[in-house]
């Protein structure tokens, strides 16, 4: 069986999966068998070079046709037009994956995962840094009470690619479009980990009190004089509890100098504790109970999570590989009618607490979700 893949969008995210699914076949032979079958868009000519260069057999400028007719739909748009294809798709019987986060708002969010639960088939939100080996190892501990009592959890997201209040606005920049800033954008990612990590222990997120600040109100438009208003946050911090009384923190700023794409996790129990950095993402410091201190382990082994699959011990892996492991979990699943993890419903769970924390700042309250 060969699975037909059409798929939404052809930039960052296209190229990423569309790289992914070329890596399947070599590294997973025991991966469903696909074929790039077409590539949607709007700009015919943009399409038309895209779907050459990323390798799809045709191109199609209106998702509307192709939907009903491909075996998996992907959707990588920006966050606007997450929910209308993916509704259209599910609807028609289509498992979908769509990226993070799951939508602009959380009414569309509850939209999404209602369609996606009332069709059966595979919906997988687009949380690749779950299958991170290390952070796959630490959950192990975690799930396996190598950590105690679990009671503080600490996230943050670091990036500075809008430190120059020069730099152009983006839908990125749209509330319309994007729904929020670093909140969703990054903070997305930080909640969803929190959830995997420490939802069989810790329990829900229960409660939250936010946030958000935009520092550059409006930024230049690209090849004009103009400039548009920046309607969502540049940074975002929150509180947030735990169903077992863990206490955490989660941070985000797209505007964090120095900063390129600094995702750190670190979490405390009564007998151990993890940290985790995204830009060293096959190390994990972990301290277990009777240690002096962290000890720094490197997560390439042949029996930690998926590393069989690439090099020999000490070779690493890329933030690249993420993604092939995100789509060979997301396609068994279709191709054998499983559940797949993380689902629309994860989504909607982390849209949640995005939408308690910017409650929360426009009250000035804590917010029980």
Not at 235 to 253: D, R, V
Request: aromatic fraction near 8%; glycine fraction near 10%.
């Amino acid at each position: 069986m060969t699975l037909d893949i059409g798929m939404l969008g052809y930039r960052f995210m296209g190229k990423a999966h569309a790289n992914a699914l070329d890596r399947l076949p070599m590294f997973f032979p025991e991966a469903p068998a696909v074929n790039k079958d077409v590539l949607v868009g709007r700009d015919e000519d943009a399409l038309t070079e895209a779907a050459d260069r990323l390798g799809f057999d045709r191109i199609a400028t209106d998702w509307q046709d192709i939907v009903d007719e491909v075996d998996v739909f992907y959707n990588l748009g920006p966050n606007h037009v997450h929910a209308e294809p993916s509704i259209a798709a599910l609807e028609a019987g289509t498992p979908t994956f769509c990226e993070k986060p799951l939508a602009p708002t959380l009414d569309t969010a509850e939209e999404m995962a209602q369609a996606a639960a009332d069709a059966g088939v595979p919906a997988g939100a687009a949380f690749n840094y779950r299958f991170v080996p290390a952070i796959q190892y630490a959950k192990g501990l975690i799930d396996d009470g190598e950590l105690g009592e679990i009671r503080h959890f600490r996230g943050q997201y670091l990036q500075d690619w809008l430190v120059d209040p020069a730099a152009p606005w983006s839908w990125r920049n749209d509330a319309e479009m994007a729904g929020s800033g670093a909140l969703g954008d990054l903070g997305s990612h930080t909640v969803d980990l929190a959830r995997f990590l420490l939802g069989d222990t810790a329990g829900e997120i229960t409660d939250v009190s936010g946030h958000l600040r935009t520092f550059t109100e409006e930024r230049p438009v690209e090849g004009s004089d103009e400039t548009r208003p920046v309607t969502v946050d540049d940074a975002y911090s929150a509180q947030i509890a735990f169903e077992n009384g863990a206490m955490g923190t989660l941070e985000a700023s797209r505007v964090a100098n120095g900063h390129k794409n600094a995702h750190t996790i670190e979490i405390e129990g009564s007998k151990g504790a993890i940290k985790f950095d995204l830009e060293r993402l096959n190390e994990l410091e972990v301290l277990t109970e009777g240690d002096r201190g962290f000890q720094q382990v490197l997560i390439t082994d042949e029996d930690d999570p998926y590393v069989d699959h690439w090099w020999p011990p000490g070779h690493v892996i890329g933030w690249e590989h993420t993604f092939v492991h995100e789509n060979f979990e997301f396609l068994t699943a279709v191709a054998e009618g499983g559940e797949q993890e993380p689902s629309f419903a994860d989504g909607l769970a982390a849209q949640r607490v995005l939408d308690a924390i910017e409650r929360s700042d426009e009250r000035g309250e804590r917010v029980n979700l």
